[in-house]
C-alpha cells in the first residue's frame, strides 16, 4: 500500500499496469504482508457493483444494462434476461446488485439502476426479479421503488443497496448534483432510505407520519452515497460519500439524523468558492473521517474472512481517485488508522468471497482476486 499521510503503508505494489498482472500476476510484498494480485477476466463493460452466487459465481452489473453471471476462471455468461430498461447517462446506468437475504427459498435480486422519467428527466429505482433455475432470466421484475423527484441530470444517482440486520432494505440516494434538496424531507433526493423488502414503507421510520416528509426518508443531507455496508458487530449502517473539492465522508447512519450537505462540508465547491466547516454547525452529523484529497469512495465491505486475519472488521473501500482498495480500521464508532493499495485502476466494487479472498472490479472492465502472497 502507498502511504497516506498521518498512517504507516503496510504494502507496496510490485507491478504497473493490469495488462502485465493480467499474464503475470506477482505478490505486492511489504514487510508485514504479501498480497497476491490475480486479473479474472478484463472483459467486463463498465462493471458497477459485484454479489457472489451461493455457487461461488458472482452476479456483476455492467452500467449499459446488462447483469452477468461471472466464474472464478473468467468465464462470462451471457447477459441475463428481465433486467429493467435502464438510462445508460452519464454516472447513471444499471449500479447495484443484491441478492435477498432468504435468496435460497425466494431466488430474489435487487437492482438499482437509472430510470426514465418525462421529459427528458430521469432517476434512481429499485427493481427485484426472481432468477430462473438455469440463471438465465430474472422473471417477474417489478420496480418496487421509484426516487422522487426525478431530474434532468447525469450526475448523483447513488445507488447502494444493503440489507439490514432485520430484513429491511437501505437505499443510498444522491442529491443528482442539485445541492438543496439534500436538505428537504419531501425529496428523496440527498437521502439513505429505509424500505420493506416488497418496498413498502416501515411504520417506525422516523419521519413516518411526518408532514411535508416522505416516510421512506431515513437519514438527510447527503451528498452522493456509492458506498455502503452493515457493520456486523454491531448491525449499523455505514456508509462513505463523495465530497466536492475534498471532503469525502465515512459516516455512520443514524435514523432521523443530517449530516450536513450542501450547508457545510469539509471540502470547498469546485469553483474554489468556500463552504462552512462542519463545527460551525454542531447541530449536524459530522462525519466519523473525511478524505481530503478525495479518495471517491465506491463499494464497501467490513472484512470477516480468515485469508487476512489481520484484517478482521476493517472498512474495505473500493477506490476511484485512490486508485484501488481502501482499508479502514475503527477503534469502536472512531477512526483509528488507514492503508492504501494503489493498483494503478480504479476501484469500483468490492466483495468478500466465500473462500475469505477479495473480490474488486474496475472501471477497466476487470475483476480482480486478492488473496495472501508466498
Request: aromatic share 8%; hydrophobic share 40%; glycine share 12%.
Amino acid at each position: 500500500m502507498t502511504k497516506t499521510a498521518g498512517f504507516p503503508a503496510i504494502l507496496w505494489l510490485v507491478g504497473l499496469m493490469l495488462g502485465w498482472l493480467a499474464v503475470h500476476p506477482v505478490p505486492l510484498a511489504a514487510a508485514e504482508l504479501s498480497i497476491q494480485v490475480d486479473v479474472l477476466t478484463e472483459k467486463l463493460d463498465a462493471p458497477w457493483a459485484l454479489a457472489f452466487m451461493p455457487d461461488g459465481r458472482l452476479l456483476v452489473t455492467e452500467k449499459p444494462g446488462r447483469l452477468r453471471l461471472v466464474g472464478l476462471d473468467g468465464a462470462i455468461s451471457a447477459p441475463i434476461g428481465g433486467v429493467p430498461e435502464v438510462v445508460y447517462l452519464g454516472q447513471g446506468g444499471l449500479q447495484d446488485v443484491t441478492l435477498a437475504p432468504d435468496f435460497a427459498a425466494s431466488r430474489l435480486v435487487y437492482l438499482s439502476f437509472a430510470e426514465a422519467g418525462v421529459g427528458g428527466t430521469n432517476g434512481t429505482a429499485v427493481a427485484r426479479g426472481r432468477l430462473n433455475a438455469d440463471m438465465t432470466s430474472l422473471e417477474s421484475t417489478k420496480v418496487i421503488f421509484r426516487q422522487m423527484p426525478k431530474v434532468d441530470s447525469d450526475k448523483h444517482f447513488g445507488s447502494r443497496l444493503v440489507f439490514a440486520p432485520d430484513g429491511k432494505l437501505f437505499v443510498m440516494l444522491g442529491e443528482r448534483f442539485m445541492f438543496q434538496p439534500a436538505q428537504d424531507l419531501g425529496s428523496d433526493l440527498g437521502k439513505v432510505v429505509r424500505l420493506n423488502p416488497d418496498g413498502s414503507i416501515p411504520e417506525e421510520n422516523p419521519f413516518a407520519g411526518t408532514a411535508g416528509a416522505l416516510p421512506e426518508v431515513w437519514s438527510y443531507g447527503h451528498r452522493n452515497i456509492e458506498a455502503a455496508a452493515i457493520n456486523p458487530a454491531t448491525g449499523d449502517l455505514w456508509i462513505a460519500e463523495f465530497g466536492p473539492r475534498g471532503g469525502d465522508e465515512l459516516n455512520r447512519i443514524e435514523p432521523g439524523r443530517n449530516y450536513g450537505w450542501p450547508l457545510v462540508s469539509w471540502g470547498n465547491h469546485y469553483t474554489g468558492e468556500p463552504i462552512a466547516k462542519p463545527p460551525t454547525r454542531p447541530d449536524l452529523t459530522d462525519a466519523v473521517h473525511q478524505w481530503t484529497p478525495v479518495i471517491s469512495p465506491s463499494g464497501m465491505i467490513f472484512y470477516q474472512g480468515s485469508l487476512f486475519p489481520g484484517w478482521r472488521g476493517s472498512i474495505l473501500l473500493g477506490g476511484l481517485s485512490a486508485r484501488g482498495l481502501v482499508r479502514v480500521t475503527l477503534d469502536g464508532n472512531s477512526f483509528a488508522s488507514e492503508d492504501r493499495l494503489n493498483l494503478k485502476t480504479r476501484g469500483r466494487d468490492v466483495a468478500e468471497g466465500p473462500d475469505g479472498a477479495i473480490y474488486l472490479v474496475t472501471d477497466a472492465g476487470a475483476l480482480l482476486r486478492l488473496s495472501p502472497g508466498n
